[in-house]
């Protein structure tokens, strides 16, 4: 129960408060209890998430073809884009993880032959991503129309740079 304190008596400078205790709360990504993320143990540990979220993209799917209904439609489909964007971009950190830990076990082979390691360049990285999407591309035959666009964009670049002719 609070304490009740007369209004006659003028209250003295150093009051003794009831200390209440703080819950302290914790967040799981800044605390050095929870460990340190390791992103192929967390894959390794919820790759039962995949399994599960292709089900739920396959029953969307089924929901969207026997909608009637234009507004619940739009947003199914909302839905199901923004699922097929969140497996692309899945598998494309995928592969860049993969790239990586190839180019470390390159460097380790190098080093236990008794080389001095070799450390690529952000500007070479890109290079070589750069011409591993162009093979890909090209293996699935849509260079040609990547190449038009890209040239297209750079040309509204080009137009947009020019001082205007008036």
């Keep these: 129960r609070p304490l009740e304190m007369s209004a006659k008596k003028p209250v003295p400078f150093l009051r003794q408060v009831v200390s209440v205790t703080k819950k302290v709360h914790r967040d799981p990504r800044f605390d050095d209890l929870s460990g340190e993320y390791k992103p192929e143990i967390f894959m390794k540990t919820y790759s039962f998430l995949d399994s599960i979220k292709k089900q739920e993209k396959e029953m969307i799917q089924k929901q969207l073809k026997k909608c009637r209904n234009v507004e619940q439609k739009e947003k199914l ?10 497996e692309q971009a899945q598998k494309k950190q995928q592969k860049l993880r993969e790239r990586e830990l190839s180019l470390k076990r390159q460097r380790r082979q190098l080093a236990k032959q008794g ?37 297209k964009r750079n040309a509204i670049k080009d137009k947009r740079r020019l001082p205007s002719q008036k």
Excluded: C, H, I
């Excluded at 489909?77 to 969140?86: F, H, V």
């Excluded at 890109?126 to 293996?139: G, H, I, M, S």
């Design 115 to 151: 080389k001095k390691p070799f450390f690529l360049k952000k500007s070479e990285k890109r290079k070589l991503e750069l011409a591993e999407k162009y093979a890909e591309l090209k293996r699935s035959g849509k260079l040609e129309s990547f190449l038009n666009k890209k040239r």
């Design 77 to 86: 489909q909302q839905l199901l884009n923004r699922m097929t964007q969140q």
